[in-house]
């Protein structure tokens, strides 16, 4: 089975710079995708980004970008010009491409935005 | 504008009390899950469906049901709660994309 680690329960940055959120994942698998997701106050579960194992480019979206290493099995989502919006709890995901679709979810990381 | 319903929001109930939470879903989507979220453990599966008419347990099942009698429906049942089912709990669905579409969570309290 599939595990995913989150070490980091909490962390904190200077609102404007750069913070980086750590994910490592088991599998024995070669095809799956990997996720970060956001979780607000409200509770909403949000996509911020998206990593497809077979793509060797790390995926970017804005000020969101991810250092996967597939040999190591890690998966490092880095946030830059850290905004007050950010603050949440960040959940790393791991999906398998085969039979169940489910997400295999790490235990998070509370992001805190220091003004 | 596409999206996952999740009824209700908020359930308090007691111990034994049958209760079920609707989830819909507007996208035509083929796979749908439900997950619960507790603290220190982030969110597992309970229960999966590929398409209409087909299940199947994930994780952590026990003391859940569902049904999938629509495409866009499906409901999660605890037919006897019970105090260790106090949880978080997310519908999702997803289509071709590999996003997972997320509701908005329904937080049951069982006492």
């Known amino acids: 089975a599939q595990t995913v680690t989150q070490s980091q329960p909490e962390m904190s940055v200077q609102e404007a710079e750069t913070v980086t959120l750590s994910c490592t994942y088991d599998?024995?698998?070669?095809?799956?995708?990997l996720f970060w997701y956001k979780q607000p106050p409200s509770r909403q579960m949000i996509l911020v980004i998206r990593?497809?194992?077979?793509?060797?480019q790390n995926a970017t979206e804005n000020r969101f970008s991810v250092n996967f290493q597939k040999a190591a099995k890690s998966f490092s989502l880095k946030i830059s010009d850290s905004q007050l919006g950010d603050a949440a709890m960040y959940f790393c995901?791991?999906?398998?491409?085969?039979?169940?679709?489910?997400?295999?979810f790490g235990t998070g990381t509370r992001l805190t935005i220091i003004p | 504008e596409a999206q996952v319903t999740q009824n209700p929001r908020y359930l308090i109930t007691v111990t034994g009390k049958k209760l079920t939470v609707t989830c819909s879903q507007n996208?035509?989507?083929?796979?749908m899950s439900w997950y619960r979220q507790d603290p220190g453990l982030g969110l597992r599966q309970i229960y999966y469906?590929?398409?209409?008419?087909?299940?199947d347990k994930g994780d952590v099942p026990e003391g859940y049901k569902v049904s999938r009698k629509e495409k866009r429906n499906f409901p999660l049942i605890l037919e006897s709660p019970s105090p260790n089912q106090t949880s978080l709990y997310f519908c999702?669905?997803?289509?071709?994309?590999?996003?997972?579409?997320f509701g908005p969570g329904t937080r049951l309290t069982v006492t």
């Open positions: 995901a791991y999906r398998s491409d085969f039979g169940n679709e489910k997400l295999t």
């Open positions: 599998t024995s698998e070669s095809d799956y995708y």
């Open positions: 990593q497809e194992a077979y793509k060797q």
């Open positions: 996208m035509n989507h083929e796979y």
């Open positions: 469906s590929m398409n209409v008419e087909v299940t």
């Open positions: 999702a669905s997803m289509g071709d994309s590999y996003e997972q579409y």
